[in-house]
């Protein structure tokens, strides 16, 4: 059984910035891959960030340059920092933990980003 709980949401103003945090804690205690996805109302959930074991990252192209991905592997913690904040960053941003590949085995619950002037 895994947890995997989000933290750090909110509402900002335009080109402000956020963190979001994410720890996954339970059985499993080697993920290999840990990121984030978002799903915005009326669109399809889609891919922001992602940060393997190795600290290879790879981005959404509309967030490059603007949002960081970090982790730290002993507390299987997971960091994204949002700068530059636009309006249609505004969506609901899942974390998820993967011991395979690219794949995410375990989800959040989901943390609302709201940025609006």
């Known amino acids: 059984q895994v947890q995997v709980v989000e933290s750090g949401g909110g509402l900002v103003r335009p080109g402000g910035s956020l963190r979001l945090s994410c720890v996954a804690s339970?059985?499993?205690?080697?993920?290999?891959?840990m990121g984030w996805s978002r799903q915005a109302p009326g669109k399809q959930r889609e891919f922001v960030a992602r940060?393997?074991?190795?600290?290879?990252?790879s981005y959404l192209d509309s967030v490059l340059g603007r949002f960081t991905i970090s982790r730290d592997n002993a507390t299987n913690t997971v960091y994204l920092q949002m700068n530059s904040l636009k309006v249609e960053d505004s969506a609901v941003y899942y974390c998820?933990?993967?011991?395979?590949?690219?794949?995410?085995?375990?989800w959040g619950q989901g943390i609302q980003v709201t940025v609006s002037s």
């Open positions: 998820g933990a993967g011991t395979k590949g690219y794949d995410y085995e375990y």
């Open positions: 339970g059985t499993t205690r080697n993920f290999n891959a």
């Open positions: 940060v393997f074991s190795t600290g290879v990252t």
